[in-house]
Nanobody, 112 residues
Framework: QVQLVESGGGLVQPGGSLGLSCVAS???????MGWYRQAPGKERELVAT??????TNYGDSVKGRFTISRGNAKTLYLQMNSLKPEDTAVYYC????????WGQGTQVTVSS
């Protein structure tokens, strides 16, 4: 059974930091892994990607503020610094391109 479990979200003030974690189980994949987010009323978007070799790529809106990393083949992290209100969203991890199942996600709210 495939599981993607995200954690680490919360409420933070603008300019603050949060670290997200993800654990994947029940799957073996050679695909890159990534963090996605979905804000209210918007489509889900890919914000950061990391390959097995460690190559990373970021969306323009988070470049220079977010850092993606992998603990092992199935553990994924996202360090988010200098957070802005527009970063408010539910954050999900998945592979890139994504498989057709998603975890519960973790809510990140940036507000004063």
């Amino acid at each position: 059974q495939v599981q993607l479990v995200e954690s680490g979200g919360g409420l933070v003030q603008p300019g603050g930091s949060l670290g997200l974690s993800c654990v994947a189980s029940g799957i073996i994949s050679i695909r890159a892994m990534g963090w996605y987010r979905q804000a209210p009323g918007k489509e889900r978007e890919l914000v950061a990607t990391i390959t097995h070799s460690g190559f990373t790529n970021y969306g323009d809106s988070v470049k220079g503020r977010f850092t993606i990393s992998r603990g092992n083949a199935k553990t994924l992290y996202l360090q988010m610094n200098s957070l802005k209100p527009e970063d408010t969203a539910v954050y999900y991890c998945n592979y890139v391109p994504p498989y057709d199942y998603w975890g519960q996600g973790t809510q990140v709210t940036v507000s004063s």
